[in-house]
């Protein structure tokens, strides 16, 4: 039973390319969300799902899109990387009123 | 703007004695609190819940306590052990909002052996 699994685990990118974090759950979970962290700056919504085909935007949604074809997946895309966007990028999946499951993050660095 | 609130960064404690952890909130409709520990290079795991309905629930070592009147929530850690030692996160989310919660910023809790 892996519970959330998010790939890649790192990655350095260029400024002004693109990318797509891929996060899985294995848990049949109805929502899911994918959150930065940031020195000083906690945990900070980017965008997040309630079901397969549904979106919508979190605190910080600037810069990144998303898509939920299927329930298991949540894709995070980068269309244009800036240096801004370097940090520590964490999925996680719930069921309705409960916690989160997180996934180990992906660490990603824009130069 | 946080509405979630862990003004302190950091925190010492002896290994047997109390951790205690601290959070504020702005945010009058949430109605549900957790607190998640993160290791480095790990994703936060849940450690303990609280619903708006109770101010106290326990778990073994871990007790949080909610004050509404005050929107303040703590995490006790009794006795702490050095493989406490980690980043703690407390969480809090409102009624339908998709489940979304908010984190504070982090307490790098520190328990010496």
């Known amino acids: 039973n892996a519970g959330v699994t998010q790939t890649p685990k790192f990655r350095v990118l260029k400024t002004g390319q693109s990318m797509t974090l891929l996060c899985a759950q294995d848990m049949n979970h109805e929502y899911m969300y994918w959150y930065r962290q940031d020195p000083g700056m906690g945990l900070r919504l980017i965008h997040y799902s309630v079901g397969e085909g549904t979106t919508a935007k979190g605190e910080v949604p600037d810069g990144y899109n998303v898509s939920r074809l299927k329930k298991q997946n949540f894709l995070l895309g980068l269309e244009s990387a800036a240096p801004s966007q370097t940090s520590v990028y964490f999925c996680?999946?719930?069921?309705?009123?409960?916690?989160?499951?997180f996934g180990s993050g992906t660490r990603l660095t824009v130069v | 703007d946080q509405q979630v609130k862990q003004n302190s960064p950091s925190l010492s404690v002896q290994e047997g004695r109390i951790s205690i952890l601290n959070c504020d909130y702005t945010?009058?409709?949430?109605?549900?609190f957790l607190w998640y520990k993160k290791y480095p290079a790990e994703g936060p795991t849940f450690l303990i819940s609280i619903s708006s309905i109770k101010d106290k629930n326990e778990d073994g070592r871990f007790t949080v306590f909610l004050n509404k009147s005050a929107k303040h929530l703590s995490l006790h850690i009794v006795p702490s052990q050095p493989g406490d030692s980690a980043v703690y996160f407390c969480?809090?989310?409102?009624?339908?909002?998709?489940?979304?919660?908010?984190f504070g910023t982090g307490t790098s809790l520190t328990v010496i052996p």
């Open positions: 969480a809090a989310s409102a009624p339908n909002t998709g489940n979304q919660f908010y």
């Open positions: 996680a999946s719930s069921f309705k009123g409960y916690g989160y499951t």
């Open positions: 945010n009058s409709m949430f109605d549900y």
